[in-house]
């Protein structure tokens, strides 16, 4: 589950990041053009015919977005935190999801949403693994 929450926040990131990045109109940035290509990129329909720099333009403006969201993934961080309470729930602190759970006395625990841990009645102490992204 851990891994799953990382990899969709990455996506998120990534998702989002193509929008942010996309050079648009200024009165619309998220203008698109009939192929759904950004402004920046040409449109080719099936019998067209390429023209070399057309095709090596939009083979630029892909690896000019690469290395922009490679640069802004390489400044993020994952930072973690273990909190350990007695009894049955451990919170995570604000801004900050469960990635994961524990329980003394080898009972269950489990992440009850993104923000603390429960484990069952009887439990002396509850473990959240909380974790963030961070710049």
């Known amino acids: 589950m851990r891994i799953f929450k990382i990899v969709m926040f ?5 998702f989002s990041a193509s929008y942010i990045l996309a050079d648009g109109d200024q009165q619309d ?15 080719f329909k099936n019998k067209d015919i390429a023209d070399a720099e057309e095709i090596n333009a939009n083979f630029q403006a892909l690896y000019n977005l690469v290395q922009e969201l490679t640069k802004k993934i390489s400044e993020q961080r994952i930072e973690c935190k273990t909190i350990v309470t007695t009894g049955t729930q451990a919170f995570c602190p604000d801004g900050y999801i469960v990635t994961g759970c524990a329980a003394g006395m080898n009972r269950p625990a489990s992440a009850s949403n993104d923000n603390y841990c429960q484990s069952v009645d009887g439990t002396d102490w509850t473990q959240a693994r909380c974790c963030k992204i961070t710049q």
């Open 29 to 43: 940035p998220l203008k698109i053009k009939e192929c759904n290509f950004p402004e920046n990129m040409n449109c």
């Open 10 to 14: 990455l996506f998120v990131l990534l």
